[in-house]
């Protein structure tokens, strides 16, 4: 007995040193990789500015030469620029979207805030010997002497520069050289307007006036601005008058490839012709011209919203940047009738789903007093894109919905329970259909939803026997009926997923990992009764009970967002069982989700101890590369499924 207890406490205590140390190891790790991610950004700004440092007193030698300032951003993001004590020169951290990845690094100006000193690229994933490039010291050495166009920013040129504000393209990677400028020239804006001497708005203004031929100086356009044009703001919305000829103008902000596109755009009085559009700061790769090639935007010059304004299918101004034109039409014509309804129709393009989202609730509203009542009515949650209106008084939660009809857009809004299951209320705000019309048309006909419950979804019959069917009352109207079962059941799970239980999406896929079907009624038994719960530090692994085989999540960051999946391997920590992805935001790389048979290659595999990805695997370790050009969600999905696994194996796995 005695032997058994010496044995038992053995265990015990060198697991306990073990812990110790793997808990200690993952700390000096953590604290080493942010130290040196500090060491390269502070050791290129002293590098800059040719100041002498060791690697042992670079942070003390950085605190004595310059003078930290900080301000925020429009997106509440603290910025800080470092400015030299003696000369100075300042300089700041960028980052952005390149072509294919981050492009994150640190420059360097002059104290006239304009002239670049010297440029450094602290992380890219750019192609290796084509835009990869734009790491490489040669090339940046390119940058040094050139001056911030206040319009234009940089521009990447093929030919011989021939201004202050053009520089060398990359050769065969004109994409990457675009989105690097466009994302220097969109920091250079930002950090600018928020410690540079000049009036944010200089550019809009001067593109403005432009617009409708009023002739200025860069020492008296502020001036002859306020002259010739009257200003206008409601809510967080500013229009700009001429106060002769009556033409308008507003800034608008686009969704770009990248990043966000910023322009401003000039119409007639009616609110009708495009006069004139300028952008004022993009970081595009290909759809960059939009910007450095005023033709493009000419072409708009003239075109009229009736209502939209569309793009003729026989113009290519925007070359192959389909993204890129695509959203920013959208963008323009959302901006456009969001003016032209509050300065126009004075009316808040928002307040019909406000005051649908009160009337759900049991509140009556005007259109003098729905902005206070909404206030006082409701908390705004957040998750991703997705936004949750709660009740402060009964917690019950609504969620604004859109789907396709028979005859166009069903817009609604749907309220709960705080059980994120049992209807409150349902109220249709906006429709075109024909039969379907009643959705909206008849104030009675979502009556018959209250107090019924998603289970996890809800049925159309015509004689409900459960709590989650419920009459059908849509008559021939199948298109619409459809629509709107499918959108209903859709965004509660969506938001049910978000928001009530954000561990069901990876706990289902778990299961489905070790397969085992599950609901959203029963995972949370399923999970317990098949997993062993174990934690090391901050990893945690789930054993199967019944075959031993061990699971755990990893996340990662792809081209576009986060990368989030399950890994299911045999007790040996090396044979693939199963991966599989929960949430992603890729383009071409999606497939990892939505292509279902995409990781059968990978089951049996072994992570020997790592796996690579080829075209033709030959041995146990490797697999046959499926990610097309999705070179970014490879290169993240390869390096987060080898770190994981080592992590968990050297955590958690005995040696025979």
Avoid: C
């Avoid at 206040?150 to 004109?174: F, N, Q, R």
């Avoid at 909404?374 to 709660?390: K, M």
């Avoid at 999946?565 to 007790?571: D, E, F, K, M, R």
């Amino acid at each position: 007995m005695k032997k058994y207890i010496s044995m038992l406490s053995f265990v015990l205590i060198m697991g306990i040193v073990s812990s110790v140390i793997l808990m200690g190891a993952d700390m000096i790790t953590r604290d080493r990789i942010a130290k040196n991610a500090e060491y390269a950004w502070k050791t290129a700004i002293l590098t800059h500015h040719n100041v002498d440092y060791t690697d042992a007193n670079f942070d003390e030698v950085f605190l004595e030469t310059f003078e930290e300032r900080t301000a925020e951003d429009t997106n509440g993001k603290t910025r800080y620029l470092y400015v030299h004590n003696q000369t100075g020169a300042v300089s700041y951290q960028f980052s952005g979207g390149g072509l294919w990845d981050t492009i994150a690094g640190v420059i360097t100006l002059e104290s006239d805030f304009q002239t670049i000193v010297q440029i450094t690229v602290t992380k890219q994933g750019e192609t290796p010997g084509l835009g990869g490039i734009v790491a490489e010291k040669p090339y940046l050495d390119n940058y040094a002497g050139k001056k911030f166009d206040e319009s234009l920013g940089l521009v990447a040129v093929k030919s011989e520069p021939t201004t202050d504000y053009e520089v060398d393209a990359i050769t065969g990677a004109t994409g990457t050289s675009n989105a690097f400028v466009g994302l220097l020239s969109v920091e250079y804006r930002t950090m600018l307007g928020l410690f540079g001497d000049v009036n944010p708005l200089s550019v809009a203004m001067k593109a403005i006036m432009t617009h409708n031929d009023v002739e200025f100086t860069g020492e008296n356009f502020e001036n002859v601005f306020a002259q010739n044009f009257e200003t206008n703001t409601i809510d967080e919305l500013t229009l700009y008058t001429h106060k002769v000829n009556g033409n308008v103008s507003f800034t608008f902000t686009a969704g770009g490839f990248n990043g966000p596109i910023d322009a401003v755009v000039t119409l007639d009085p009616l609110f009708e012709t495009i006069l004139g559009i300028k952008v004022l700061s993009q970081s595009e790769g290909w759809g960059a011209v939009i910007q450095t090639n005023p033709a493009v935007l000419e072409y708009f010059v003239g075109k009229k919203f009736a209502p939209d304004f569309e793009l003729s299918d026989d113009f290519d101004g925007f070359g192959g940047a389909t993204t890129t034109r695509k959203n920013f039409v959208l963008g323009l014509n959302e901006a456009r009738d969001l003016y032209y309804s509050i300065f126009i129709d004075g009316v808040d393009p928002n307040m019909v789903w406000k005051q649908a989202l009160l009337t759900n609730n049991g509140i009556t509203s005007t259109e003098a007093d729905y902005k206070t009542l909404f206030n006082q009515t409701f908390t705004v949650e957040t998750q991703g894109d997705l936004t949750l209106y709660r009740n402060n008084a009964d917690q019950n939660i609504s969620m604004l919905f859109e789907t396709d009809g028979f005859g166009g857009v069903i817009k609604g809004v749907l309220t709960l329970e705080n059980d994120f299951s049992t209807i409150v209320y349902i109220t249709i705000y906006q429709q075109s259909e024909t039969w379907g019309a009643r959705i909206q048309n008849n104030a009675e006909f979502f009556d018959a939803y209250v107090g019924k419950k998603f289970a996890p979804t809800i049925s159309f019959v015509e004689t409900p026997a459960t709590d989650s069917e419920i009459v059908d009352g849509y008559g021939g109207a199948t298109t619409t009926k459809g629509a709107m079962l499918e959108i209903l059941n859709s965004v509660r799970d969506t938001y049910y997923t978000a928001f009530f239980d954000p561990n069901m999406v990876w706990k289902k896929a778990m299961l489905a990992n070790n397969g085992v079907e599950s609901t959203d009624l029963n995972y949370e038994t399923l999970f317990d009764t098949t997993f062993n719960v174990e934690t090391s530090g901050d990893l945690t692994l789930y054993t199967n009970k019944t075959n031993q085989n061990v699971s755990f999540t990893y996340e990662t960051t792809g081209f576009v967002g986060d990368i989030k999946g399950v890994i299911t391997l045999a007790s040996d920590f090396e044979t693939i069982v199963r991966i599989s992805v929960y949430e992603q935001h890729e383009k071409w790389g999606a497939r990892i989700q939505t292509t279902l048979t995409f990781f059968d290659a990978y089951v049996g595999k072994k992570f020997s101890p790592t796996i690579s990805f080829v075209e033709t695997p030959t041995t146990d370790s490797e697999i046959v590369d499926g990610y097309g050009g999705a070179t970014t969600t490879k290169a993240s999905m390869l390096n987060i499924l080898n770190e994981t696994v080592a992590a968990y194996k050297l955590a958690f796995a005995v040696e025979a």
